[in-house]
């Protein structure tokens, strides 16, 4: 059934049509008065100008009664012939009997005297008059007189005709000017309802209205061109909110979709190629875990500066969460301005940062998927470019992989490797082994380093496969809490069983010991286990110092303070920290085993280390080699005043019972 629908009438009209029914009310009232006023006006005229005929013919024919001349006095009643209107007019002497009459054509006496009153009436159309004809005090007779009002009628209808026109004029007068009024005056509130119907359409707030006036349309428009500005200010911020991040104020994921969903499609026609790179920066985690979010978002802000300032205004930079960032390059000619781009930013970004009085230094890791060729879609490209990062971050700091089919595979064990971590620790499944360390000169077993191992469905994983993992997915401070809390438990069992008591070695890493509760757990793990502080003994490596310095060397302070001894791990293979070695609380170096592994092979090797010996003996510090498989490694070592070797000269890292048992048949 067709649904019916009135016929819309607009504001306009409607409140024309109520002002015009306002106007057309009191000119109604008053032709209507007027109408009314006239015929009294009329009728009044009528009885006074009959009351003066009568009166006139009462006078002239006074004597006529008086000398019973009846021709005389009919002479005188025809002379009213003139004057149509008068239907017939009769004298009757004192008798009350006819002494003389006129009649007009065609009209007959329907009164007699007896029923004429002492005042003019009206009667059927017609007036009647009468008046008493007197001559002094005596009565003589009466005279009567009736009129037709049928010419009045055609007055009453002139007048109407004139009254109507009248009327209609103004009407059509009082409309034209209302509608010109009308017009004007919502002529504001016309634009008014355009621009709330652009607005509503459209859902754009930029449009405004002029206006002068300082009435209350003038108030209306300024209540919704502010009413805009605040909705424009919201949708902006909304906007704002929606596309770009807040922090570093560049495009956020949802803006970079859209932007490479645009960029695949403008390819494809173009047909040319695209680039993306997938950015993930180096110990970031680091920083922003022992200096705080606050430092950790500026140096945030500061790494988007100076991105934008590396790339071109075309390419589109954004923020994908955390310490990741994605840029999009468009247009791409050839690999090697790819290339080109990726060294510059690497370069840049390693350049040292002050953040409230840090000096930081960061790298990032780079991962890049070309359009078409390693993907043909945003997903796609994201995936594989996240990828190959991952792939670079495995390579080390400051590293880039371009994306190959064959890290499909890579990443889908990375995702396996990540929950099996999870699971693994959580079960308990991962072990310590520990390797002796031996004095050069007296081969006596003067401690152990923890090395962490795990059985994973019989297959021994490398630790440099599940650590670097570990890392990324969050779990390496739980993981050193409960390294640290095992190897301080044996090493006071294997006290308690009399056993010599020596030094054992944990290594941690530079996101625990810039942990805010690190000292806290350290001394918590000590009370629980027992072990006397001047047992433990913690390695770092160079790393630790490169970012928050000073955070870090506070933290070793304290540890000494409390008999902890502190070591350098793999010195010479990270950054040299050579130059403010002297003012860390470090009582040993651990010289790393690729320089051991040189000697008896390699002058330039041997130098190496002869000039990390004499560094560290010129400090005072105890001086380790690790990795010491051969008789000549050890015999050069010695000769060069090296005091301890760790390696498998002496032994492979053991595990618990087979450490006790060499820890029992070692010589005091």
Request: glycine residues 6%; proline residues 3%.
């Amino acid at each position: 059934m067709a649904i019916l629908q009135k016929k819309r009438v607009n504001f306009f009209y409607k409140q024309l049509l109520a002002v015009m029914g306002v106007n057309i009310l009191p000119l109604l009232i008053m032709s209507a008065l007027l109408y009314t006023n006239f015929i009294a006006d009329y009728k009044n005229n009528l009885i006074e100008m009959m009351n003066s005929k009568i009166n006139l013919l009462a006078s002239t024919s006074r004597s006529g009664l008086v000398f019973n001349d009846n021709e005389a006095v009919t002479i005188l009643l025809n002379s009213l012939k003139e004057y149509k209107a008068i239907r017939y007019v009769q004298i009757y002497n004192a008798d009350r009997q006819l002494f003389a009459q006129y009649k007009n054509m065609g009209e007959q006496v329907d009164l007699p005297v007896e029923d004429y009153k002492d005042k003019p009436f009206f009667k059927n159309d017609n007036i009647y008059v009468s008046q008493s004809i007197m001559m002094g005090d005596d009565y003589l007779g009466v005279i009567v007189l009736s009129a037709s009002l049928n010419s009045s009628i055609v007055h009453k209808k002139n007048y109407l005709l004139i009254l109507s026109a009248v009327l209609l004029g103004s009407i059509i007068m009082a409309f034209i000017l209302n509608w010109q009024l009308q017009k004007r005056l919502t002529a504001p509130i016309r634009k008014l309802i355009t621009l709330v119907g652009y607005v509503a359409e459209n859902k754009r707030y930029h449009k405004r209205l002029k206006s002068n006036r300082d009435d209350e349309i003038g108030d209306l428009i300024l209540g919704v061109n502010t009413m805009l500005d605040t909705i424009e200010t919201h949708e902006t911020q909304l906007f704002q909110r929606a596309n770009y991040d807040e922090l570093t104020e560049l495009p956020n994921r949802h803006l970079l979709m859209e932007r490479l969903s645009h960029g695949i499609h403008t390819a494809q026609r173009n047909k040319s190629e695209m680039a993306l790179l997938f950015l993930d920066l180096d110990r970031f985690k680091i920083i922003n875990d022992s200096l705080g979010h606050r430092v950790g978002d500026e140096l945030l802000v500061q790494v988007a500066a100076k991105l934008s300032n590396v790339m071109r205004k075309s390419d589109s930079i954004s923020r994908w969460g955390g310490d990741e960032f994605v840029i999009l390059i468009e247009n791409v000619g050839q690999a090697l301005d790819v290339e080109h781009i990726i060294e510059k930013i690497i370069v840049e970004l390693e350049r040292p940062m002050i953040v409230e009085d840090h000096l930081l230094r960061v790298s990032t890791s780079i991962g890049i998927a070309f359009f078409p060729k390693d993907g043909k879609d945003s997903l796609s490209l994201l995936k594989h470019a996240d990828i190959s990062m991952y792939k670079a971050k495995a390579k080390g700091p400051g590293k880039y992989e371009y994306f190959e089919r064959s890290m499909l595979n890579d990443s889908v064990q990375r995702l396996t490797m990540e929950m099996q971590v999870h699971k693994a620790l959580e079960n308990k499944d991962f072990f310590l082994v520990y390797q002796p360390k031996v004095a050069v000169n007296s081969e006596c077993i003067v401690g152990f380093e923890v090395l962490i191992r795990w059985n994973l469905n019989g297959r021994f994983v490398p630790p440099d496969e599940f650590l670097p993992v570990i890392e990324e997915v969050g779990l390496m401070y739980e993981l050193t809490l409960w390294i640290l809390a095992q190897a301080c438990k044996q090493n006071k069992s294997w006290q308690r069983s009399g056993l010599l008591p020596v030094t054992i070695a944990v290594n941690l890493s530079a996101s625990f010991i810039m942990h805010p509760n690190c000292l806290k757990n350290i001394q918590s793990i000590l009370s629980d286990s027992g072990l006397a502080p001047r047992y433990l003994e913690i390695e770092l490596t160079e790393n630790t110092f490169i970012n928050s310095r000073i955070t870090a060397v506070s933290v070793l302070r304290t540890l000494q303070d409390i008999g902890i001894k502190i070591a350098i791990d793999d010195f010479g293979t990270g950054y040299s920290c050579m130059s403010y070695l002297k003012d860390l609380p470090i009582g040993t170096l651990k010289i790393d085993g690729s320089f051991i592994k040189g000697l008896g092979l390699s002058a330039n090797n041997e130098g190496i280390v002869r000039s990390i010996i004499m560094l560290g003996k010129s400090l005072d510090m105890m001086i380790v080699a690790e990795c010491v498989e051969t008789e000549l490694q050890r015999s050069i070592l010695q000769s060069m005043e090296c005091d301890i070797i760790q390696g498998y000269l002496y032994s492979k890292p053991l595990t618990v019972d087979c450490a006790e048992t060499f820890l029992a048949n070692a010589r005091p």
